[in-house]
Protein backbone atom coordinates (compact mmCIF):
# COMPACT_ATOMS: atom_id res chain seq x y z
CA UNK A 1 0.00 0.00 0.00
CA UNK A 2 1.24 3.28 -0.57
CA UNK A 3 2.33 5.56 1.93
CA UNK A 4 0.64 9.16 2.56
CA UNK A 5 2.75 11.36 0.85
CA UNK A 6 2.10 9.16 -2.29
CA UNK A 7 -1.70 9.15 -1.88
CA UNK A 8 -1.54 13.02 -1.12
CA UNK A 9 -0.10 13.03 -4.51
CA UNK A 10 -2.90 11.45 -6.08
CA UNK A 11 -5.46 13.90 -4.51
CA UNK A 12 -3.18 17.13 -5.62
CA UNK A 13 -2.42 15.45 -9.42
CA UNK A 14 -6.42 17.02 -10.01
CA UNK A 15 -5.40 20.23 -10.25
CA UNK A 16 -5.98 21.62 -13.50
CA UNK A 17 -7.18 18.27 -14.99
CA UNK A 18 -10.21 17.89 -17.31
CA UNK A 19 -13.13 16.60 -16.01
CA UNK A 20 -13.20 12.58 -16.29
CA UNK A 21 -16.84 11.93 -14.72
CA UNK A 22 -18.61 14.46 -17.81
CA UNK A 23 -22.19 14.12 -16.78
CA UNK A 24 -24.62 16.18 -18.19
CA UNK A 25 -24.06 19.61 -18.00
CA UNK A 26 -20.32 18.59 -16.95
CA UNK A 27 -18.10 22.36 -17.11
CA UNK A 28 -14.51 20.48 -16.30
CA UNK A 29 -12.41 21.04 -19.66
CA UNK A 30 -8.77 21.00 -19.30
CA UNK A 31 -7.40 23.67 -16.64
CA UNK A 32 -10.13 23.73 -14.57
CA UNK A 33 -10.07 24.92 -11.76
CA UNK A 34 -13.05 23.35 -9.65
CA UNK A 35 -11.87 19.88 -10.60
CA UNK A 36 -10.81 17.79 -7.60
CA UNK A 37 -10.11 13.97 -6.83
CA UNK A 38 -14.13 12.90 -6.27
CA UNK A 39 -13.87 9.38 -3.89
CA UNK A 40 -16.01 6.98 -4.49
CA UNK A 41 -18.20 5.99 -1.36
CA UNK A 42 -17.11 3.20 0.40
CA UNK A 43 -20.56 2.29 2.11
CA UNK A 44 -19.03 4.06 5.75
CA UNK A 45 -20.70 7.01 6.36
CA UNK A 46 -18.05 9.89 6.83
CA UNK A 47 -14.57 7.60 5.60
CA UNK A 48 -13.21 8.19 2.15
CA UNK A 49 -12.32 5.63 0.12
CA UNK A 50 -8.41 5.52 -1.12
CA UNK A 51 -7.49 8.13 -3.59
CA UNK A 52 -6.53 5.36 -5.93
CA UNK A 53 -10.79 5.08 -6.16
CA UNK A 54 -11.35 8.62 -6.95
CA UNK A 55 -11.71 10.43 -10.31
CA UNK A 56 -10.90 13.69 -11.39
CA UNK A 57 -14.44 15.62 -10.95
CA UNK A 58 -15.42 18.96 -11.59
CA UNK A 59 -17.75 20.88 -9.12
CA UNK A 60 -21.02 20.50 -11.68
CA UNK A 61 -20.16 16.39 -11.60
CA UNK A 62 -19.39 16.62 -8.07
CA UNK A 63 -22.54 18.26 -6.62
CA UNK A 64 -24.82 15.63 -8.72
CA UNK A 65 -22.68 12.68 -7.69
CA UNK A 66 -23.19 13.67 -4.18
CA UNK A 67 -26.55 14.44 -4.18
CA UNK A 68 -26.09 18.51 -3.37
CA UNK A 69 -27.22 18.95 -6.76
CA UNK A 70 -30.81 17.03 -8.17
CA UNK A 71 -29.46 14.67 -11.47
CA UNK A 72 -31.64 13.48 -15.03
CA UNK A 73 -28.95 9.97 -13.83
CA UNK A 74 -30.66 7.25 -11.53
CA UNK A 75 -28.27 5.91 -9.19
CA UNK A 76 -27.04 3.24 -11.05
CA UNK A 77 -25.91 5.49 -13.98
CA UNK A 78 -23.82 8.23 -11.56
CA UNK A 79 -22.35 5.33 -10.16
CA UNK A 80 -21.40 3.91 -13.73
CA UNK A 81 -20.51 7.54 -14.50
CA UNK A 82 -18.03 7.71 -11.55
CA UNK A 83 -16.36 4.20 -12.11
CA UNK A 84 -15.94 5.43 -15.52
CA UNK A 85 -13.96 8.20 -14.30
CA UNK A 86 -12.16 6.51 -11.76
CA UNK A 87 -10.36 4.00 -14.64
CA UNK A 88 -9.92 7.52 -17.22
CA UNK A 89 -7.84 9.23 -13.83
CA UNK A 90 -6.51 6.08 -12.99
CA UNK A 91 -4.90 6.15 -16.98
CA UNK A 92 -4.03 9.65 -16.35
CA UNK A 93 -2.39 8.90 -13.58
CA UNK A 94 -0.45 5.61 -15.01
CA UNK A 95 0.89 8.20 -18.00
CA UNK A 96 2.17 10.88 -15.48
CA UNK A 97 3.93 7.84 -13.56
CA UNK A 98 1.82 8.52 -10.46
CA UNK A 99 0.79 5.03 -10.36
Known amino acids: MAD ?7 TKAARGQPCTVRLDGCYGGPENET ?3 AHLCN ?3 GKK ?3 IHSAFCCASCHDQL ?4 PSS ?3 EELLLSHL ?4 RTQQILVSKGLM
Open 43 to 45: GSF
Open 73 to 75: NSK
Open 49 to 51: ALD
Open 4 to 10: KRTMSKL
Open 35 to 37: VVA
Open 84 to 87: LGMV
Open 66 to 69: DGRK
